[in-house]
């Protein structure tokens, strides 16, 4: 039995932790310039799209973002830095396939108290993969936002007020404390609750959960959320309205058949060209357009592969191929 679909929340404005990571444990970096390649393509994100970076890490095979999504929420944002990335290093090193790892994982994230926590936990990954040895050269560290926040390295894309004014509306207060934060932390290893564990992140921790148990006190959680009890209930609810919404729009008329007789019409082809597998080059623009379009509303590939008259994998690479074009007109 299918799992029901579930609400996607990814609303504008919202905090997310974000985490990729390279198929198989492959290294997605293999030298300085595919992380300045990396990089690059973030800067022109951030100012296209209003989304708002306040910790980052590139490690070989993993990065971490801290980030607050712009506009058209998180998902375009990571769609097009990681295809765009994705195809680029593929050329480069003549290799094909999938390079990361189920594209990626995002946790929404609760501002108080764990936005420094967040931070912390991001800034000290390479101490505790002993990329760094001290906290002397983690300050040096060019791959993350650590030395941006200190004041060591500059760039354009990265927000530094925000994260500094928690700790003193003075800049050099605040860059002191943050420094003395990040040091009191430095022995810390992983941390579950930040990155997973279900209803121990929902709860912000063991202690929390204990803590219910105890009271036997029932609490909203979902494994996607950092944040206490009120604040899932309440993303939950928003993201369930949201759906919600789009579903009743699909049934007013959104159709799979309404929507590609309204793209052939409007592209100047036939359904019987589309549905009767034409390959003929505009048929086929038309038919990754549509595909791209309804596996957006959250069409299966397999229904748009009934409809549009190709295999299930056709529609994939069909898809993956509009996407480039999306993200290069982005």
Known sequence: ?????????????????????????????????????????????????????????????????????????????????LTG?????NRKYKRSGHLFQNRYKSIVCE????????VRYIHLNPLRAMVVSSIEELNRYRWSGHSNLIGRRKNDWQEREYVLKYFSED????????????????DQGVRSELVGGGLVRSAGGWSQVLSFREKKTNVEYDSRILGGGDFVANILREADAKL??????????????KVIKTMCKKDGIT????????????????????????????????????????STSAIAKAIKNQEIVNDNNF
């Open 244 to 257: 919600k919404r789009q579903l009743k729009d699909r049934k007013k008329g959104g159709s799979v058949d």
């Open 271 to 310: 359904e019987q060209e589309l549905q009767y597998g034409s390959k003929r080059r505009k048929v086929s623009k038309v038919r990754a357009k549509i595909s791209c379009h309804l596996s957006q509303k959250g069409v299966t590939m397999a229904e748009i592969a009934r409809h549009v008259g190709v």
């Open 85 to 89: 990335y994705a195809v680029r290093f």
């Open 171 to 186: 800049k050099k207060k605040s860059v002191r404390s943050y420094r003395r934060f990040i040091k009191e932390g430095k």
């Open 111 to 118: 501002e108080e108290p764990y936005l420094l926590e967040l």
């Open 1 to 81: 039995m299918p799992m029901p679909r579930q609400a996607r929340l990814d609303a504008p404005g919202t905090l997310h932790h974000v985490m990729i990571h390279g198929i198989e444990g492959i290294k997605i970096f293999k030298n300085d310039k595919d992380r300045d390649d990396f990089i690059s393509h973030i800067r022109e994100l951030v100012k296209k799209t209003n989304t708002r970076v306040l910790a980052w890490v590139l490690m070989e095979n993993h990065v971490h973002f801290l980030l607050i999504s712009g506009h058209p929420g998180l998902s375009p944002f990571m769609r097009s830095l």
